[in-house]
């Protein structure tokens, strides 16, 4: 709401000022030169007066910017009479303003998608029925029902004699798990099996869920606030600009001349080439995918020196796919699969999910399914056709044909085997992980390129599964097991390296993602809650656009440093021709225009910029796919 209002007021000061220029200036062309006037300093007083209120916050939290440079041109102009050049400086002032706070656009939104996750009422057993109640009424030791597909409601144990929870969103645990009853199940889990019964052990507000929502809160309102970049160059120019103008004052006596020279002076080509030149770059980066929540994480962005990276759902595809099919008599992959796969349509367990996909993703018929009975988180049995098919966790199968289970500790740690059995024989093994994303090495060697030093992956699963999963990939550290608020120690123990990138797509990811200096969330299927936290957010699930939003974050910034250069050198020397009485305050106002053209101008050069990464995806191009070229 504060936020909404603070753009509201900044599009009202530009309204204001733009008519009392404009009913000035018709004013005094028909003659009514006091009414123009009067006109043109009603229009400056709005945007002074609060221009004066932001510097004074501004000097109470000890920071000097250029906005004092504008204050003192607009207050000089009014006061000498020359209320023309003022208004011209009040638009000037206050679209850069209103450019500016456009830019950030929703940088800060509050987390109402977050706290929409978070159920509001939870089914609970009391005397024999069900009842639905709000979640601050529910008491350790209340016995609740979780339906399929619901969110856990608080931590509780597991009251039910089996139970098949997707932790993914809070773990990292690309797969998920299989609990018994007396087992632990945290809040924020999802119910990827059948229905089951809960007893609470924690209030809402004191389950993990809730907990990490204030992790959130608290890494946002801790977060380091991001300077403009204009502000960087403030101290120097407004010296200069004193000095020249108490210097011309002094030698000739002549207050008119200090007046041109601050009305030059005013920093517009700071002030609007810099906003310019990053929202070009915000509308350039949407453009390839990547949803940049604001001018300021941008312009961070573009100095990114050491980048940590999740895995799950960031580095990997987030779900698991069948890596290898191990037939046991001989019958074809394509024969096990499609049965398989025809099976498992009557089953919404998530590797279930992940075979009927490969069987679809190869081009195969999949007949419906006949007798089908799930033993939930344990496997389907059925008939396809004339043909008895069984498909699940290798006991599972086992025990139902009569065979013993066979020897797989040679599968790679974070790897599932499922078994299918047909006319009651085993007829092979599906071999299933989430594997690394397509071109993930190459990813990371751009990144370097780019300038990011340091690439680190900090991730909740276990170390053993990180370290197969990452095998030869160039990182510089690997964290595994790591829980919300560790995540964000890594993010803070970073940032004495500089500018820390975060990248993520689960609930656990979230704090961090508000901690470090920059958040990137992947938003095709990431957590709303990452996304909600996260300063960029991935619009196309693939992580090699990240290469692409930093590559058109540090073009953008080069030129809005090359527009703010050339605008400086402009103005100097038209401050030194005022101070030589060569403009008067009103020709230094309007030569002051001509420089904001021209920088202008050369910030727009952004929203022509294409990242020279190998193949960036275009969501908006007809085959999704964009050719490399240059600027």
């Given at each position: 709401?504060?936020?909404a ?5 900044k599009?009202?000061l ?16 028909s003659?009514?030169i ?10 400056v007083?709005?945007?002074l ?15 000097v ?6 204050a ?7 006061i ?6 003022a ?9 850069g303003?209103f450019?500016?706070?456009f ?5 800060r ?10 159920p509001?009422?939870?089914t609970?057993?009391?005397n ?9 009424q529910i ?10 597909g619901?969110?856990v ?5 597991i ?11 809070l ?19 999802t119910?990827?099996g059948e ?5 609470a052990?924690?209030?809402?507000k ?20 991001m ?6 160059w403030?101290?120097?120019?407004l010296?200069v ?18 007046v ?12 609007l ?27 961070i ?60 993703e190869?081009?195969?018929t999949l ?16 008939s396809?056709?004339?043909q ?5 966790s ?6 139902r044909?009569g065979?013993?289970?066979g020897?797989?500790?040679?599968l ?24 690394l ?6 990813m990371l ?14 991730t909740?699963?276990r ?5 197969r999963v ?10 595994a ?5 560790q995540?964000?120690l ?17 609930v ?14 992947m ?42 250069a050339?605008?400086?050198g ?6 030194l ?8 305050p ?9 420089i ?8 727009l050069?952004?929203?022509r910029i294409?990242?020279y990464?190998?193949?960036v995806r275009?969501p ?12």
């Amino acid at each position: 709401m504060e936020f909404a209002t603070r753009d509201r007021i900044k599009t009202t000061l530009l309204l204001v000022a733009l008519m009392g220029l404009l009913s000035g200036l018709a004013f005094h062309l028909s003659g009514w030169i006091d009414a123009g006037r009067t006109a043109w300093t009603i229009g400056v007083l709005p945007v002074l007066a609060a221009l004066l209120l932001e510097i004074l916050r501004a000097l109470w939290r000890g920071e000097v910017g250029l906005d004092i440079v504008a204050a003192l041109s607009m207050s000089a102009a009014v006061i000498f009479g020359e209320p023309l050049a003022a208004a011209v400086v009040a638009v000037m002032y206050s679209g850069g303003t209103f450019l500016e706070g456009f830019a950030e656009g929703r940088a800060r939104r509050e987390m109402h998608d977050l706290l929409s996750r978070v159920p509001r009422t939870a089914t609970r057993h009391r005397n024999g029925e069900l009842e639905d109640v709000p979640l601050d009424q529910i008491e350790p030791g209340d016995r609740l029902m979780v339906r399929q597909g619901d969110i856990v409601p608080v931590d509780g144990t597991i009251a039910s004699a089996l139970a098949f929870l997707d932790t993914a969103a809070l773990t990292g645990e690309s797969l998920p798990i299989r609990l018994t009853m007396g087992s632990e199940a945290m809040s924020g889990s999802t119910n990827a099996g059948e229905a089951f019964d809960l007893i609470a052990t924690r209030l809402a507000k004191e389950s993990t869920y809730a907990g990490i929502v204030r992790l959130v809160d608290q890494a946002q309102r801790s977060k380091a606030p991001m300077s403009r970049l204009a502000d960087r160059w403030s101290l120097g120019f407004l010296v200069v600009t004193v000095a020249i103008a108490a210097t011309a004052w002094w030698l000739t006596q002549d207050p008119i001349r200090a007046v041109g020279v601050l009305v030059v002076a005013t920093p517009c080509p700071l002030i609007l080439a810099v906003p310019i030149a990053l929202v070009a770059g915000l509308s350039r980066a949407a453009h390839f995918g990547v949803l940049i929540k604001g001018a300021k994480p941008l312009e961070i962005m573009a100095r990114i020196r050491t980048l940590i990276l999740d895995k799950t759902g960031t580095l990997t595809d987030g779900c698991p796919r069948i890596v290898e099919i191990d037939s046991c008599i001989g019958m074809p992959n394509d024969d096990v699969l499609r049965l398989a796969a025809a099976l498992d349509q009557a089953s919404k367990h998530p590797v279930a999910q992940a075979i009927v996909t490969a069987a679809r993703e190869r081009g195969l018929t999949l007949p419906a399914p006949s007798g089908v009975t799930e033993i939930p988180g344990e496997g389907v049995v059925g008939s396809i056709g004339d043909q008895k098919v069984i498909v699940g966790s290798e006991d599972f199968v086992v025990r139902r044909i009569g065979r013993k289970a066979g020897d797989h500790t040679h599968l790679a740690a974070g790897s599932v085997l499922v078994a299918v059995a047909v006319d009651g024989r085993l007829a092979a093994r599906l071999i299933m992980a989430d594997p690394l994303r397509q071109g993930a090495e190459a990813m990371l060697g751009r990144l370097r390129k780019e300038g990011v030093e340091r690439i680190l992956l900090a991730t909740g699963d276990r170390s053993e599964v990180a370290e197969r999963v990452t095998e030869g990939l160039d990182f510089d550290g690997l964290y595994a097991g790591l829980t919300p608020d560790q995540k964000v120690l890594t993010v803070l123990t970073e940032r004495k390296n500089g500018a820390v990138m975060m990248v993520g797509d689960g609930v656990n990811d979230a704090p961090a993602l508000a901690a470090a200096d920059v958040g990137v969330a992947m938003g095709a299927r990431g957590a709303a809650a990452a996304a909600e936290a996260a300063d960029v957010v991935l619009l196309v699930d693939s992580i090699d656009q990240l290469g692409a939003g930093i590559e058109i974050a540090q073009r953008s910034r080069r030129i809005a440093l090359e527009s703010v250069a050339a605008g400086i050198g402009l103005s100097v020397l038209g401050m030194l021709a005022a101070a030589f009485g060569h403009l008067t305050p009103v020709q230094g106002a309007f030569f002051q225009e001509a420089i904001d053209v021209a920088v202008i101008l050369n910030a727009l050069r952004a929203l022509r910029i294409v990242p020279y990464t190998s193949t960036v995806r275009e969501p908006n191009s007809s085959d999704g796919l964009i050719e490399p070229s240059a600027v």
